[in-house]
């Protein structure tokens, strides 16, 4: 079955960096576009960013363009997340998250939590 594993969250000061990870297997990582989604205390899950199959097309909220860098290696069924400049703002729950016959209702990972506070 589709199973989606992140890592690599943390605490981190503002200002600083991380970089997700999120190993995917149970289905053909190459041919399907990937997301990262996060969700703060509070608030509604929200996407981040998104990557075509190839990795030739990105998208971004506007929250974090400039900032974030999603990638992906199909040759490790890996999708990443680079984050730069974070801020206290960008604390949360980060998912990835695989389409499911589209985006209406993805696979999820079980999330990996980010905090930014000095």
């Known amino acids: 079955q589709v199973q989606l594993v992140e890592s690599g969250g943390g605490l981190v000061q503002p200002g600083g960096s991380l970089r997700l990870s999120c190993a995917a297997s149970?289905?053909?990582?190459?041919?399907?576009?990937m997301r990262w989604y996060r969700q703060a205390p509070g608030k509604e899950r929200e996407v981040v960013a998104t990557?075509?199959?190839?990795?030739?097309?990105?998208t971004y909220a506007d929250s974090v363009k400039g900032r974030f860098t999603i990638s992906r290696d199909n040759a490790k069924n890996t999708v990443y997340l680079q984050m730069n400049s974070l801020s206290p703002a960008d604390t949360a729950v980060y998912y990835c998250?695989?389409?499911?016959?589209?985006?209406?209702?993805?696979?999820w990972g079980q999330g990996t939590q980010v905090t930014v506070s000095s």
């Open positions: 149970g289905f053909t990582f190459s041919v399907y576009a």
């Open positions: 990557i075509t199959s190839t990795g030739g097309f990105t």
């Open positions: 998250g695989a389409p499911q016959g589209g985006w209406s209702r993805p696979y």
